[in-house]
């Protein structure tokens, strides 16, 4: 994934002067001004789909769907 991330210039990768191990992951411009499109097509998003809800729904709304998430990210398949 960083190396896509690179190759589109969106982020840096170099050497980490404390440990040459590592790699230091860093955004460029680029990749700060996609990021801020991209936030602006998810709030975009997000009016249209929470449009019908009132500001305190949309805050219940959010608030569960984090437990959820919360929840979910500790999930382990038994399977």
Do not use: C, W
Not at 33 to 41: F, I, N, P, Q, Y
Not at 56 to 73: C, G, N, Q, V
Request: glycine content about 4%; hydrophobic content about 35%.
């Amino acid at each position: 994934m960083l190396d896509k991330l690179e190759a589109e210039g969106l982020v840096t990768r170099t050497p980490d002067p404390s440990d040459r191990r590592n790699k230091r992951v860093e955004m460029t411009k680029l990749g700060f001004s996609e990021l801020k499109r991209l936030d602006k097509l998810v709030a975009e998003a997000q009016d249209i789909l929470l449009a019908p809800l009132t500001q305190d729904e949309r805050a219940e709304f959010l608030r569960l769907m984090k437990s959820l998430l919360i929840h979910h990210e500790n999930y382990q398949d038994p399977g």
